[in-house]
């Protein structure tokens, strides 16, 4: 019997599915009713559509999860989708495959609040002067979620000759040697002239950072908010930058996305929102597509895919 997918993505993606060695089936999902493939398929391949924000509001489907053996969000948070989703038989996820990418944006990003050219840009003799440059040499890097994403982050700032420290969730040594992990988020933001968050949204990060640890950041010190907008406490920011207690903040993700017109973060001199791009999907749809068919190779010989989501923790 055809394995069945069942896919949220593009149809070039699953065009590309159904010519996977196996054979598969592939249908299209409606994006209002997710759920319907749980009566006709074996894999549900889902992604972060704004649908699901109206979906999350909805009660759990009587036909939840139905026949469906296995779920696969093509995004590593699975915060995007009701809870009711990850009651399913096996749930993995996409992590990694936009890892180096947003490592470049972090990368980016410490660049352009250190070293920003145009800041400095001579257009005649009028303009040669002297200017000093911030440097990123011998800086701290703080990490607050040490994951596929940090530790992309990690292997590069290393490499800058930064300093970084880090924390993690669980007490298990540094996947990156020679980052330094301390023992809690407020450690690491204090320790920090560039702070990273890299952490899933779940119960347990809700606004994790909030105004007491943006206290014990360093004067000036850049944040970076990669993760969710839900682990930042969006108040306590604009309060912590208005105070100087921050000096400036990049964020590729808020809470709402977009934020409502008007809202202070858009024109903060001290802010810089980017519309959740730092992923660079187009770019990284192939790595996408590679995992899922590796994925979906390995589940049919009988084995466990990568990247399996814990359902009591939220990643
Ligand atoms: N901006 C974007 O376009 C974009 C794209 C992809 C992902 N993201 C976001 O980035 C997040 C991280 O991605 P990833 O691939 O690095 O995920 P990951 O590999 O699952 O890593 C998550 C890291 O966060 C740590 N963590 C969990 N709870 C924590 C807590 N309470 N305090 C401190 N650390 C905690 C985990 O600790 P352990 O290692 O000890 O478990 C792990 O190191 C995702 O969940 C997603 O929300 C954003």
Known sequence: MSFVIASQLDESFNAQLRAHSSAPIVIDVPEETPWAAASQADLLVIRPSREWGRIKA???????????????????????????????????CGRGVASEEIADYVIAAIYLQTKDLETVR???PGAWKQAPLGRVAGTTLGIVGLGTIGSAVARRALAARMEVTAARRRSLPSPVRGVRLLDSVAAV??????????????????????AAILARAKP???????ARGSVLDQQALLDAL???????????????EPLPAGHPLWTH???????HVASNYTVVRHALFDKIAADIDAYLRGEIPSDVVDATTGY
Do not use: C, M, Q
């Open 122 to 124: 001579a257009r005649g």
């Open 189 to 210: 933001v204090g320790s920090a002239d560039h702070i990273l968050l890299a952490l899933p949204a779940t119960d347990a990060t809700r606004s994790v950072i909030d």
């Open 269 to 275: 001199p001290r802010v810089r929102l980017t519309p």
């Open 220 to 226: 000036g010190a850049h944040l970076i908010n990669v």
């Open 58 to 92: 909805l009660a759990r489907p009587a036909e939840w999860p139905g026949n469906l053996k296995w779920v696969y969000s093509a995004s590593v948070g699975v915060d995007f989708y009701p809870r009711w989703l990850l009651d399913a038989p096996l749930v993995t």
């Open 242 to 256: 208005d105070a100087g207690a921050l000096g400036f903040a990049t964020l590729d993700v808020t809470e709402p």
